[in-house]
């Protein structure tokens, strides 16, 4: 960086062992357009300087003394000066410039187009992380990365909510063209095979139809990662499985433990596997298991049922022995089943 006059001047007196006296003779006056004048003196020579603000004039002063000390020892001109000085940047940042405006260009919601595109796929949800601030408190610049598995990417703005929208905007980007590449490899790949294979076009038509009507299945069948609040899960869990299906296992569930009471005399521990062995039949569809335990009391009998979903769903039955235990564990957790895909 070069130095400014004021710097060159102050080196140069302190070498002779002197220091410049730097007066302001005129305050700006007051009126909407203020000018700032200054007065320098050192080695009995003066020089004035005038600018838009005290730091332009104290500059401008020391330009002056500096080719006044040239006339006066005879140095070698300084070159004129057509505009007033400008004050050099102090900017801690100027070596990161900001990204560039983007004039008449329609805002996009990215963040909410990055969430939906994680729901759509069954993705985990982005991540967003502020890793840097720099520059002054009128000034900053933010940098906020946005993490998708192994997947980073940075935006940089002068507030977070724009850095973040940049760094969405940057992992959408990303993944579509990702998704692209992915298309176009398997389409030549279709086209290379294509000479040497005996499937016809229809064929393959129904074979990505089917293929891509199975993806979706089983990801509506897996587990919903927590991206969004504790108690609604389950009700998003139930809106991601079809219909069609939902009604099928509800009818099952009917003809295993219909709404009538059995006597407990009738119970038996063969029904009660028998029964436990068909609903997990009827939840392995939407792929979820079943894990039945024994909890210890001293005064009663007490079985516990819980399904692996996320979070998990647990009931307790209680009774004077295994077998009223177990039927109660599995009636009350057959209602919660019903419940949940009602």
């Known amino acids: 960086m070069s130095k400014t006059p004021v710097s060159i001047l102050q080196e140069m007196m302190v070498k002779q062992g002197m220091i410049p006296d730097y007066e302001l003779i005129h305050d700006g006056g007051g009126r909407h357009v203020n000018t700032f004048t200054y007065r320098v003196t050192c080695d009995s020579l003066s020089a004035t300087g005038t600018g838009r603000c005290k730091k332009d004039a104290k500059h401008e002063a020391a330009k002056a003394m500096l080719t006044e ?4 020892r005879n140095y070698p001109q300084l070159p004129a000066a057509n505009t007033p000085t400008v004050s050099p940047s102090r900017s801690p940042f100027h070596s990161a410039p900001l990204p560039p405006k983007i004039a008449n260009v329609p805002f996009v919601n990215a ?3 990055l969430q939906e595109l994680c729901a759509e796929n069954n993705l985990q949800e982005p991540e967003y992380i502020l890793i ?24 940089i703005a002068t507030t977070k909510k724009q850095a973040k929208h940049d760094a ?5 980007d990303r993944i579509k063209s990702l998704m692209n590449n992915l298309k176009d ?12 294979s005996s499937i016809t076009s229809i064929d393959m038509e129904t074979m990505n139809k089917n293929v891509e009507e199975r993806y979706r299945t089983l990801i509506k069948s897996r587990k ?8 609604d899960y389950h009700s998003y869990w139930r809106d991601s499985l079809e219909t069609d299906k939902r009604n099928k296992i509800l009818m099952e569930l009917e003809s295993i433990f219909p709404n009538e009471t059995i006597d407990n005399e009738y119970i038996t521990e063969d029904i009660i596997t028998e ?8 939840l392995s569809e939407i792929d979820i298991t079943i894990d039945v335990n024994d909890v210890t009391s001293d ?25 009223e235990a177990s039927w109660d564990a599995l009636s009350r957790i057959m209602k919660s089943i019903k419940l949940l895909l009602s």
């Open 299 to 323: 005064k009663y009998y007490i079985k516990s049922i819980q399904l692996n979903t996320c979070p998990l769903v647990t009931q307790f039955g209680m009774g004077g022995n295994k077998l």
């Open 111 to 113: 963040v909410g187009e």
């Open 132 to 155: 840097r601030d720099i520059g002054p408190p009128h000034a900053k610049v933010f940098t906020i990365r946005c993490k998708m598995s192994n997947f980073e990417e940075d935006g």
């Open 168 to 172: 969405a905007k940057r992992m959408v």
């Open 224 to 231: 919903i990662n927590l991206g969004l609040k504790l108690a």
């Open 69 to 72: 000390i040239a006339v006066h």
């Open 275 to 282: 029964k436990i062995s068909q609903l997990e039949t009827a």
């Open 185 to 196: 490899f398997f389409k030549e790949k279709n086209k290379e095979d294509s000479p040497n």
